[in-house]
């Protein structure tokens, strides 16, 4: 049972050590993922502290193993606060830092660690850190608990969970700590919640992109086809234009939504999943109220793709200086970075598709060998996509990328319609670890990083304990 109290309780037993800390000017970094949820919550965290008047830094990593954190210590700071990492690894930070770090995340742990009282994890506290608690909605927590002026850093909480794709309850809604980080939002006038049309792009791009872009759910024939969907809406009679600027999603009234729907569901047809797709692009949309309309920021969804594109295309900092206010060259930068970073996901679908026996199916299982064409950085969303697609709904996906230093990316999604029973996270980390590798993540969707002499082995290990 989810237990908020506990978990606000926590937090106020440790905020006076680390009130005392920023006074007393100790040296403190918080170390953080590049994803959307990463960076919201790192910077969640960083603000709350920086306006404590803390001597505070904020530093990314793609990954974090016992490498990373022995280059962390020789920095040379007092007191660590790792956010969206670390869950798997405390044994490895205990021996590294002893007491004086602190882990803020919702990955799954094990029984030993979470008792550990350099950590605070969403499971420990009731809440299903795959839906109901990003590493942002725990990180939101601590800085509301350190000063509730800090509740203006809410949408954070917003952007990460959906970012992490934990809008998973009716209609694409936010539930557990994350509909909290939303209330509080919604309660500052900060954001409004709408049932809406969720097409990617909705408050930025032309209508015929927004469609075109949109790949969760994928709309058969029309994902990825923008001169299709454009001919499509054309035929249609849809007004494209007001003037001579091109619409947008949101601006369409709510006749020309239907009407735009019912000329998707003609061009869908009968084809297997259309009724799914249709359905899924209705939902909860969150907009950040005080955002500029026609830029991602406007739309929590697309705020959190935006990030994550940061993250994944070698430019945190830019996401970070976002999270913290910038609207001026870190907005533009990020517009460049968010339009390669769909390029590099459409190349490597691309790719995928042109080359199918890269797809190793063996039942349920679907393993994808993304080595030499999938970018590593790129391998999360590029498996997400696959999954969301009606040939690999039921199933379980498994991809792997070309790493550093000989190692290999792993990244898997469980489908939606999958028929079976597994824990994603659970399967990652011990098939990771009987290759010598580490792993680990949520039920539904995790990661690992194995030596690349080791893939084949990886591979058994995973077949063994999904058909288990």
Not at 169 to 183: D, F, I, K, M, Q
């Amino acid at each position: 049972m989810a237990d908020i109290e506990g978990l606000t309780t926590r937090y106020r037993a440790l905020a006076p050590n680390i009130l005392k800390m920023a006074t007393d000017g100790k040296r403190i970094l918080v170390v953080t993922h590049i994803d959307a949820d990463g960076l919201c919550s790192g910077s969640a965290v960083f603000a709350s502290l920086k306006r404590k008047g803390a001597n505070v830094a904020l530093r990314t990593v793609p990954d974090l193993d016992a490498k990373t954190i022995g280059s962390l210590k020789g920095l040379g700071y007092e007191f660590h606060i790792f956010t969206d990492l670390g869950s798997t690894l405390v044994t490895e930070l205990e021996g590294t830092f002893g007491k004086d770090f602190l882990v803020m995340d919702h990955h799954q742990i094990s029984e030993a660690d979470i008792r550990s009282p350099n950590v605070v994890n969403a499971w420990a506290y009731g809440f299903d850190g795959g839906k109901d608690a990003c590493s942002s909605a725990i990180a939101y927590l601590f800085a509301v608990t350190l000063d509730w002026a800090n509740a203006d850093l809410s949408p954070l909480a917003v952007v990460g969970a959906v970012a992490d794709r934990q809008d998973a309850g009716p209609g694409r809604s936010l539930t557990g700590l994350n509909r909290v980080a939303l209330a509080d939002a919604q309660s500052r006038g900060l954001m409004s919640v709408t049932t809406d049309l969720m097409f990617t792009g909705r408050e930025t791009r032309p209508i015929h992109e927004a469609v075109a872009l949109t790949s969760t759910p994928l709309l058969k024939g029309l994902t990825g086809s923008k001169d299709a969907v454009l001919a499509l809406l054309h035929q249609s009679g849809l007004p494209l234009k007001d003037g001579g600027s091109w619409r947008t999603v949101s601006s369409l009234s709510k006749g020309e939504k239907e009407s735009l729907v019912e000329t998707l569901a003609a061009a869908l047809g009968s084809q297997e999943g259309a009724s799914d797709a249709l359905a899924g692009i209705f939902g909860e949309v969150y907009t950040l109220r005080f955002e500029d309309a026609f830029t991602p920021l406007r739309d929590a969804r697309e705020f959190g793709t935006l990030l994550n594109s940061c993250g994944r295309m070698g430019v945190p900092g830019i996401g970070i200086a976002i999270c913290l206010g910038d609207r001026s060259h870190a907005l533009s930068a990020a517009m460049k970075s968010l339009s390669e970073y769909r390029g590099g996901i459409n190349k490597a679908l691309s790719g995928l598709a042109s080359e199918p026996s890269r797809m190793e199916r063996h039942g349920s299982v679907v393993f994808v060998n993304g080595e030499g064409l999938v970018d590593e950085k790129l391998l999360g969303p590029v498996i997400s996509i696959l999954t969301s697609t009606p040939e690999f709904r039921d199933k379980v996906v498994v991809g792997r990328a070309t790493g550093r230093d000989a190692e290999v990316k792993i990244s898997s999604r469980v489908g939606d319609a999958f028929a079976g029973e597994v824990n994603l996270g659970l399967v990652m980390k011990e098939a990771a670890e009987a290759v010598e590798g580490v792993g680990g993540g949520h039920e539904m969707a995790a990661g690992a990083k194995i030596p690349s002499s080791r893939t084949e082995t990886f591979s058994r290990a995973v077949l063994a304990r999904v058909a288990g």
